[in-house]
């Protein structure tokens, strides 16, 4: 009977509580939704560190992160493979050879770290070979007398291999935007000439274009004028396994993008069996075993059963290779939970508000109530509902509005790729694709009847100090 | 057996500014099934007497005894128990819950008592008959007229089937024809229920129909007088 009168009590004053239920409901969406779109480049974040760049398990000799000398093998990686395929947990096992080297052009020479693979398993076991640009190339699958290496966008930049040249047949073939007549007249003189990197082609740009058109044009025509040289070739170098300096040309079989320019830069891909030949380590020889697990969510139970089975080589999870991610992971939970908070906190006094106004303009009511026996105890609880019922009301609406909004978000993606170098250049996906995991709807739910609920305490405290007399005189 | 026992009551209000002796010295004892009136001018302590009588308000000294309970002991949270199941109140005004139906308010206090669902709605059924309102249980009181209100505050105050039921100037607020009406329900009520009617008024019409007439003065009892009451026929 308390439970029904409180809810016919909030709407005593339809405006009233409608206004405090919208607040609610527009407060408690904004925070969802934004924190949704934040927890996508994490999420997004995670699973491409985990299937382009790292998988789950990495095993190598127990020195090996120090000490990256070629010579620094995996002891019997053979055995170590059989007995891994052992646990129910490890879905694919491969191994690699893991070379310091320097890749350079003509002009430039940069330090990289050179990944020998298996093409065939690792195709299987990453998703690298997804991320090759169109019109580069392709994941080691061009027949070739040629050395073949695959390497990142931004490395490729950086050597030269991509570079930055505008000519009206680009600008025609660029299907995203139709270039007006007017800007192609304007940007002709830069036509032909080449750009080694985006920043010095957009500041070739800016002293041609209106501010008005270099935000509408300025990132289509950098897609347009973007060029890869075709049949590129770079010379990678590194100690052979008598630790002399060796040298060779390779061609480049594909440049990558992924959303992390670092990994981008530093690493580089070349078929394991070339590698074999140019350093002359021994076939079945191994610098790393890298474990792909059936799930995720195994890694933490998986990995120290593995590494109690091999006490005589490091064992190391995703987890503890990037602990930065992992730590984001955490940390970002804990950020949403803080920021929902504080909006709700905010929410909060419109609902203080509103239940004082309810408690005292009832001054007379409240006072009969407690003549004729209405104890303490359902007063309180009668305000407490009425505060409750204002908030879960308004935080369900919101809660609807989001799950609805990020439903129909989260299949396309809100694209931010105009304003994303900041985002990218930290390893984040521009591309958004809200998400929420079921642990912060959990606890958004409880947060918001803890809301109703702490509102209610000073209301329905100052409710329970009415003395019937007062409230019950009449002159 | 003595419903009410009131002995040497004294109600002082201790203001900041001045203090009003409001009753002084008042000995009354209530038997079951009374019909009685307290009258007196303005001002001579009719409020206060039935705010001590209720439980609402605690004497300065003296001794109030309700069926062999003396209030004083009683805690605040005791107190409001013991008016919920011993005493029924009607007010002059606000008696009753705007946002439930006529219905509802009569059962309320049955359901503050915890009181089997069946057996309210036979006693919510049966109280609106006896007020004449049955066709009005679904009604809620802005819907209805002040005396209709104030006889569904009558079925209210008797639901819960109380020692005594306590009404302060009840038909302060009523015409002519709705103060008689609600005055021969209480009076029918108090017959069929054997329930103890205790009402203050200044209304001689009013005044007319009680058993039992208390005139108060200045926060003294000056006339205590038992009649044969005139009710009017309906
Ligand atoms: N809460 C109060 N504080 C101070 N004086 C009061 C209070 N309530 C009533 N009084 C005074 O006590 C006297 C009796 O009042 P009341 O019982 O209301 O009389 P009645 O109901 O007969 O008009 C009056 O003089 C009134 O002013
Ligand atoms: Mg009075």
Not at chain 1, 432 to 460: H, N
Request: net charge neutral; with cysteine; charged share 25%.
């Amino acid at each position: 009977m308390i439970a029904s009168i409180a809810w016919k009590n909030v709407w005593r004053n339809r405006t009233r509580s409608m206004t405090v239920i919208s607040a609610m409901a527009v407060g408690v969406f904004a925070g969802v939704f934004t924190i949704a779109a934040m927890n996508s480049s994490v999420v997004q974040r995670i699973e491409e560190a985990v299937d382009i760049e790292l998988s789950h398990v990495h095993i190598n000799s127990r020195d090996f992160r120090s000490d990256h000398s070629i010579n620094n093998l995996l002891p019997a990686p053979d055995s170590l493979r059989n007995r891994l395929h052992t646990f129910p947990e490890v879905e694919w096992v491969t191994g690699r050879i893991i070379l310091n080297g320097i890749a350079s052009t003509a002009n430039k020479s940069v330090g990289v770290v050179i990944n020998g693979v298996d093409v065939e398993k690792e195709k299987r076991m990453f998703r690298l070979h997804e991320k090759v640009i169109p019109g580069t190339g392709s994941y080691f699958e061009a027949k070739t007398r040629f050395n073949t290496v695959l390497v990142g966008e931004k490395l490729a930049k950086e050597l030269n291999i991509i570079r930055y040249i505008l000519t009206p047949e680009q600008m025609d073939a660029y299907e995203r935007v139709r270039f007006p007549v007017s800007l192609t007249e304007k940007v002709a003189p830069l036509f032909g000439r080449r750009f080694i990197t985006d920043k010095k082609f957009t500041a070739a740009l800016d002293s041609l274009l209106t501010a008005k058109e270099k935000r509408k044009y300025g990132y289509p025509l950098r897609e347009a004028a973007w060029s890869f040289r075709e049949g590129s070739r770079m010379v990678l170098s590194f100690l052979d396994a008598n630790e002399i300096q060796t040298s060779a040309v390779f061609r480049i079989s594909g440049v990558f993008r992924t959303n992390n320019d670092m990994f981008e830069a530093s690493s580089v891909f070349v078929p394991e069996m070339e590698l074999r030949q140019l350093t002359g380590l021994p076939v079945e020889s191994y610098h790393r075993l890298i474990c792909r697990l059936e799930e995720n969510g195994l890694t933490d139970t998986a990995v120290p059963a593995i590494r109690e089975a091999f006490p005589e080589v490091e064992v190391l999870s995703w987890k503890e290779i990037q602990p930065d991610m992992a730590m984001l992971a955490d940390m970002m939970q804990q950020i949403y939970g803080v920021f929902m908070a504080l909006i709700l906190a905010a929410l909060a006094f419109g609902i203080v508000n509103t239940m004082l106004m309810a408690v005292l303009e009832r001054t007379r009511e409240l006072g009969m109530l407690a003549a004729i026996g209405m104890n303490r105890r359902k007063t309180f609880l009668m305000i407490m509902l009425e505060s409750l019922y204002l908030s879960v009301t308004g935080g369900a609406i919101g809660m609807a509005i989001s799950g609805i909004v990020i439903a129909a978000t989260s299949r396309n993606g809100i694209n931010l790729v105009k304003y994303s170098e900041g985002l990218e250049a930290m390893g984040f996906s521009a591309h958004l694709f809200p998400v929420i995991d079921t642990p912060f709807f959990i606890i958004t739910s409880l947060l918001i009847m803890l809301t109703g609920i702490l509102s209610a305490i000073y209301p329905a405290r100052k409710a329970l100090k009415m003395n019937p007399l007062e409230a019950l005189r009449t002159d | 057996m003595n419903v009410i026992e009131i002995r040497n009551l004294h109600k002082i209000y201790d203001g900041s500014e001045v203090k009003v002796h409001a009753v002084k010295g008042v000995n009354l004892t209530f038997e079951e099934g009374e019909f009685a009136a307290i009258v007196g001018p303005s001002g001579s302590g009719k409020t206060t007497l039935l705010n001590l009588i209720g439980g609402l308000d605690q004497p300065t000294s003296g001794e109030l005894l309700v069926g062999g309970t003396d209030l004083s002991t009683l805690k605040p949270s005791a107190l409001i128990d013991f008016r919920l199941n011993n005493i029924g109140f009607v007010f002059q005004s606000y008696n009753l819950i705007p946002v439930l139906t006529a219905g509802e308010n009569i059962e309320f206090i049955m359901a503050l008592q915890k009181k089997a669902r069946r057996e309210r709605d036979a006693r919510t059924l049966e109280l609106l008959e006896a007020i004449g309102l049955s066709d009005r249980i679904h009604s809620r009181p802005a819907k209805l007229s002040g005396g209709q209100q104030q006889r569904v505050a009558v079925a209210r105050a008797l639901a819960s089937r109380p020692k005594y039921v306590l009404a302060d100037e009840p038909t302060a607020n009523l015409d002519g024809k709705s103060a008689t009406s609600l005055l021969q329900i209480m009076e029918k009520l108090n017959h069929e229920e054997k329930i103890t009617f205790i009402f203050s008024t200044h209304d001689p019409r009013v005044v007319k129909m009680a058993r039992r007439v208390i005139t108060l003065e200045d926060g003294c009892v000056v006339s205590d007088e038992t009649r044969n009451p005139e009710i009017p026929e309906k």
